[in-house]
């Protein structure tokens, strides 16, 4: 188990709903992943991600899908691509299973 965070520190995290709006491959990556381009609405924009998900989802099956992401983390450089924000799943092992709500909702949506 983890440490305990107080109700401070888990407000101080900025999770977003959003929407893949373009899935690329990223061969630079040490481990097989995929560039994304996530819309989070007119207030945050389009932020850019790396995800080492390609052993659960095709490129096609996540364009349009609806996902939970940090978007309030600094800017992270992964090979030669600089990440945006962190996509939220369950991980089991190396596999992740997103985190996406259960029916379509406006991006942006604040998750507490």
């Known amino acids: 188990m983890s440490d305990t965070i107080s109700w401070a520190q888990f407000c101080n995290i900025d999770m977003r709903t959003g929407t893949v709006v373009d899935v690329l491959d990223f061969p630079e990556a040490r481990n097989p992943s995929y560039k994304l381009h996530i819309d989070f609405g007119d207030d945050i924009g389009i932020k850019k991600t790396s995800a080492q998900i390609t052993d659960k989802y095709e490129k096609d099956e996540l ?3 609806q996902v939970v992401a940090v978007v309030n983390f600094p800017v992270k450089q992964i090979a030669n691509f600089m ?3 962190l996509i939220l799943g369950a991980v089991e092992g190396n596999s992740v299973v997103l985190i996406k709500p259960q029916m379509k909702v406006p991006n942006g949506l604040k998750i507490s």
Do not use: A, K
């Open 63 to 65: 364009l349009g899908m």
């Open 83 to 85: 990440s945006e924000c």
